[in-house]
């Protein structure tokens, strides 16, 4: 799944628990596949900020070279 079909999985499970018409076992279940999901969802954002601040600094570096230099 990619990060917008795992948010949207996780706001289900959020729902569903608000409701608090599971069962024990039922609720555990699911929050514990909400904890995953938000890890993952975590990883992704962690990964993506990493390949942002990357490029970033390429297009600073750009920005620093002089007119002779390009």
Avoid: H, P
């Avoid at 948010?7 to 699911?30: A, F, M, P, V, Y």
């Amino acid at each position: 799944m990619n990060f917008e079909e795992q948010n949207n999985r996780l706001q289900e499970i959020i729902k569903k628990l608000e409701k608090n018409d599971t069962s024990i076992e039922e609720g555990t279940k699911l929050y514990e596949e909400g904890v995953k999901i938000a890890k993952d969802c975590y990883d992704i954002l962690k990964t993506n900020k990493g390949k942002v601040t990357i490029l970033k600094e390429e297009l600073d570096n750009l920005s620093d070279l002089d007119d002779d230099e390009i």
